[in-house]
């Protein structure tokens, strides 16, 4: 039996996963299988009459899905034409639960669009994106993308790995970054939607190649993001495997400005990070290896009201520009315990076992990250996950002329950059993912008002 078939979380106990073995495409010149994960929702009631319909009209909507539990809802249409991309056609994913809309795109498994009420009830879009595929795919700024096999950056674009060198595409000068220069975020992931009592969204599923980028070893990837019924969170589910070992290390890319109006600077907003250290960087924002202690520093966010960005985006070099590029060490990672055993791969038996418990031991290790606050429409949002560091970005390259530039902030819950390079910063053993062992990585975001002053 394919050992992906178990990767589900408890929350989507409705879905029918399927596996399959699919040989890889010839060009790459691989001759053993790949088992990739496949899902098949039935949580969708396609009975005649019932409230899911396939439309057959010529209009874009695909799929659609209307009175589902507890006010959750779902489209999929067409993003741009038809065979957008090298005859491929990107699939968007509008998923509501009645407060909170999220747009997905099966175009590097991006989060899209999050729009949710001020404190007045207005409700507004609060991620930057681009507004067609041509931006989206000639104005790459990683928005709102999945981004690996490894996120953040890999020094010089190279790493030994078993006593063999790796070189990687390199696409930050010197060095990789977010995965090269065709990374998770340039690709089509399949993306299947679902819905059940306790959530609305897509699972998109992906088959990286041996030699991708680089990198070793064939990778099945799975990102399931879930809108909550009833409570508005939103959830990023990332689970993996691999046939030869490999580095993993994923994160989203999303950009945030909560104020509603996405040409206003986020100088105004306020934001908390649970982080008594960041990686001091040297050249090019490779970490050193030392943990720098934030207090006293600009980098010290962690007053529980918030700390104006405004304040703190001009005092500090974000790698030629002023703002946040930096990785915080979030409170509660413990790099000892980190060495013995790794906090987000494990054998895949564990996994089996665990199958059926009340709650995944992935979600349960979530600590909380951050806590971001725009005053002015009393949006906020916090930010729990299971990674060791979150990458705060202040959109320091964005384009001025555009105006982007400081217009967002990236909250990047990830593994710490060069680990892959550098024992200093971690168990090189937390960013390896190996044969018969599962990658996971969890994170979510809750939206809520704060009251008027």
């Not at 070793?216 to 879930?226: C, E, K, L, R």
């Not at 001025?400 to 217009?407: T, V």
Request: include cysteine; aromatic fraction near 8%; charged fraction near 20%.
């Amino acid at each position: 039996m394919c050992p992906l078939s178990f990767l589900v979380s408890n929350v989507f106990e409705r879905y029918v996963f399927i596996c399959a073995l699919r040989q890889l495409n010839e060009s790459f010149g691989v001759t053993t299988a790949l088992c990739s994960l496949t899902s098949r929702l039935i949580s969708y009631n396609r009975t005649p009459g019932g409230p899911c319909t396939n439309l057959t009209s010529p209009v874009d909507f695909v799929m659609s899905c209307d009175g589902a539990p507890g006010g959750l809802r779902i489209t999929e249409s067409l993003f741009g034409k038809q065979g957008g991309i090298d005859g491929i056609s990107v699939h968007r994913y509008d998923c509501s639960n009645g407060r909170v809309h999220v747009s997905l795109l099966d175009f590097g498994a991006t989060l899209f669009s999050v729009q949710v009420p001020d404190r007045d009830g207005k409700i507004e879009e609060v991620t930057l994106n681009v507004t067609s595929l041509d931006q989206l795919l000639h104005k790459n700024m990683y928005f709102g993308s999945t981004v690996g096999r490894v996120a953040n950056r890999v020094a010089n674009g190279r790493f030994t790995l078993d006593g063999k060198v790796y070189t990687l595409a390199k696409n930050n000068g010197p060095n990789h970054l977010h995965g090269g220069k065709e990374g998770f975020d340039q690709k089509i992931w399949k993306g299947y939607p679902f819905t059940s009592a306790s959530a609305v969204g897509v699972c998109f599923t992906l088959d990286s190649p041996d030699g991708e980028e680089g990198y070793p070893g064939n990778v099945a990837i799975q990102v399931t993001y879930s809108l909550l019924a009833g409570e508005d969170v939103l959830e990023m589910d990332v689970k993996a495997e691999t046939d030869a070992a490999t580095p993993l290390a994923l994160s989203n890319h999303a950009y945030w400005n909560l104020s509603g109006n996405l040409k206003n600077k986020i100088y105004d907003h306020k934001l908390r990070v649970a982080a008594s250290s960041i990686l001091e960087v040297g050249p090019h924002q490779i970490p050193t290896g030392v943990f720098q202690p934030v207090l006293q520093t600009p980098f010290d966010l962690r007053a529980e009201e918030g700390i104006s960005l405004g304040d703190r985006i001009q005092q500090i070099d974000g790698g030629g520009k002023a703002g946040f590029d930096h990785c915080f060490v979030v409170d509660g990672y413990d790099r000892a315990a980190s060495r013995e055993k790794s906090e987000h791969v494990r054998d895949a038996e564990d996994e089996v076992q665990e199958k059926g418990s009340p709650e995944s031991w992935i979600r349960a290790r979530a600590r909380f990250m951050a806590t971001l606050v725009d005053p002015k429409s009393g949006r906020a949002m916090d930010v729990r996950g299971t990674q060791p560091g979150l990458q705060v970005y202040t959109a320091n390259w964005l384009d001025e002329e555009d105006g982007q530039q400081h217009a967002a902030v990236c909250l990047e819950t990830e593994f710490f950059p060069n680990a892959v390079n550098d024992p200093k910063v971690g168990s090189v053993d937390d960013v390896i993912l190996r044969p018969g062992q599962i990658y996971r990585h969890f994170t979510s975001h809750r939206f809520y008002n704060l009251p008027k002053p």
